[in-house]
């Protein structure tokens, strides 16, 4: 009898250790990672995505042409799913502007203008001019222009042409003016002695700022 129970002692402590082998751990909510996935240690940031992407087209003066050489804007639109065409010369006006864009049969349904500087403060025959480049690029297919208006360090010269684009932008519903000069006020570091153009950090800061304006365009 006593050898019967020591048996029977000896099988139930089998079992016990095989049921507690099969135990299943409490999950933490968090489903495991597929094969070739990341695990909970990958906490690296996402790249920031606009929403849209595709071409853009942009057209400006001495200011993109840094934005795109010391600032990266080209790179930095890449990396948001945007193929940024750029047409830029130094000292260029929007009258050359209109020039440019009615040599062409077709532009990308987003554009960036950077005008307005040239050729001074001046704003005779400003409103006609933008007025007709708007007229031209929609007329060949642009749907969202984002016009960064012209600015000087902690002045009011260019006022006139600021109001004129502002006013634009309130009552088209294509056209976007974003205040680039408030940002440039309170980063006086980022502006050389013209009060005009930039450093390096400047236009890093000025294709960031383009950047983020226009993944805000619907």
Known sequence: MT???NALAALCSAALVVLGACIIEPSSGNPSPLPGQAGNADSSPRARRAPHGGP??????????????????????ASDGWDLETV?????????????????????????????????FS??????????????????G??????????????????DKDTILQELSR?????????????M???????????????????TAFADFIRDQLARLG
């Open 88 to 120: 830029a010369e130094t000292g260029k006006t929007v009258r050359w502007a209109v020039d440019q864009v009615r040599l062409r049969d077709a532009v990308a349904r987003y554009v960036i203008v950077v005008l307005g500087t040239n050729p001074g």
């Open 171 to 183: 009552t088209d519903r294509v056209f976007v003016t974003p205040d680039w000069g408030k940002v």
């Open 185 to 203: 006020d309170a980063n006086p570091q980022w502006v050389v002695a013209d009060g005009l153009h930039y450093t390096e950090m400047g236009y």
């Open 3 to 5: 050898s019967k129970r």
């Open 56 to 77: 853009v087209f942009a057209v400006g003066d001495s200011l993109l042409l840094g934005a795109v050489e010391q600032g990266g804007l080209g790179v930095k639109l």
């Open 142 to 159: 642009a749907r969202h222009i984002l016009w960064i208006p012209p600015h000087r360090l902690n002045s009011d010269g260019y006022a």
């Open 123 to 140: 704003s005779a025959g400003f409103s006609d001019d933008v007025a007709t480049l708007r007229d031209a690029l929609v007329a060949r």
